[in-house]
């Protein structure tokens, strides 16, 4: 089934949900692919997923510890585990078992339950932490107001 995206998977902060759309269209286009019968499209589906999700979970991993984020370590511990069954199914694919509709509900289930409890849960740290970098670039920094005290 094609994820379909509704206001409810929106965490509000504008990149992530970004991020977050991307994934979901890699495993959409992963339906397809199934659709198709296109084992060579699954495969090179997967690995753009692959990819792409680590380099997103590295991102909200960094934001959650920039914003002081106190469930970041189980939120990556969370992360990680994911990683490691979708490696598994990549081997199990590369080894030639067709394990592209397991795959496809694991992930999309996986991700919908995902981003409404666990991406959900650290929306306001994260968000109050990068209103206050854009409030203080626009204040000019820190050093910058110091300075300014200091020298009027």
Known sequence: MTIVWTSDLNTGIDVIGAQHKSIADYINQLERAIQRHDRTGVG?????????????????????????????????????????????????????????EQLHAMLRTWLLHHIKRDDMAYVTEVKANLLRIVKDKNEGGWLSRSLGRFFK
């Open 44 to 100: 090179h589906v997967l690995a753009d997923l692959v990819d792409y999700t680590l380099s997103h979970f590295a991102f909200e991993e960094s934001l959650q510890e920039e914003a002081g984020y106190k469930l970041a370590k189980p939120h990556k511990a969370v992360h990680d585990m994911l990683a490691k069954r979708v490696a598994s199914y990549q081997q199990r694919h590369e080894a030639g078992e067709d394990i592209a």
